[in-house]
């Protein structure tokens, strides 16, 4: 398994720096340090691009895994708010979910490798949903249709704070202004009071899952 996680970084950086198209099986194994052998014994496949498919969607597929250490609180919406500002802290910080989001907004995604925005669209709505009937959304939002376009607001909002600032160093401060827009449209007023969606929040509640992880 360690084999394997190393891979799947090595692949994250070069989709990383290169994107899916120019990305060489080469390079990964290079960055990996691994042999041929330890490498195709993990992602045996028909040729270098079937390879490279099964490597973007092994990474798509362990950002929803991740998503799983984010711990309930009480309060449904701070649950929810925590996954955005954790991923917004390690975006800045890991190339593999940085590749992650590339790889799921290229115009051949759908048809290359599958898309992932059904099931990370799943993931906050079924936290908004817990929400809603904890009775802190307001009686006219529909977790369905709002999460269509948070998900989206929030992927774009990262791409373009890469755009224009050349890396996502400030992607925890850009988050925090979309809490502040969407919320009130959302939350009931006496639950917001309550939500903490300071920009350290997610390096915080990231803290206190690696020293639960030892």
């Not at 996680?5 to 194994?29: C, M, N, P, W, Y």
């Not at 099931?119 to 079924?126: D, E, F, H, L, N």
Request: aromatic share 8%; with cysteine; charged share 20%.
């Amino acid at each position: 398994m360690r084999t394997r996680q190393r891979i799947l970084e090595a692949a994250g950086k070069v989709f990383d720096r290169h994107g899916f198209g120019e990305a060489t099986i080469s390079e990964i194994i290079e960055v990996a340090g691994v042999t041929k052998g330890a490498f195709y014994h993990h992602f045996k496949s028909s040729g270098p691009v079937a390879t490279k498919v099964k490597l973007a969607q092994a990474i798509l597929d362990s950002t929803l895994t991740n998503s799983g250490v984010i711990p309930t609180q009480n309060c449904k919406l701070q649950t929810w708010i925590d996954t955005g500002m954790v991923l917004s802290y390690r975006l800045s910080r890991e190339p593999a979910l940085r590749a992650a989001l590339h790889l799921a907004v290229h115009h051949t995604a759908r048809e290359t490798y599958g898309t992932p925005w059904p099931a990370w669209t799943q993931v906050t709505t079924s936290q908004l949903a817990e929400a809603r009937e904890a009775g802190e959304l307001l009686p006219h939002v529909d977790p369905v249709s709002v999460c269509r376009v948070l998900v989206g607001a929030w992927a774009g909002l990262a791409i373009l704070t890469s755009a224009i600032d050349g890396d996502l160093s400030a992607f925890e401060k850009e988050s925090v202004r979309l809490y502040e827009l969407f919320l009130p449209a959302l939350a009931v007023p006496s639950v917001i009071m309550h939500l903490d969606f300071a920009a350290d929040r997610g390096a915080r509640i990231w803290a206190e899952h690696l020293d639960r992880k030892g």
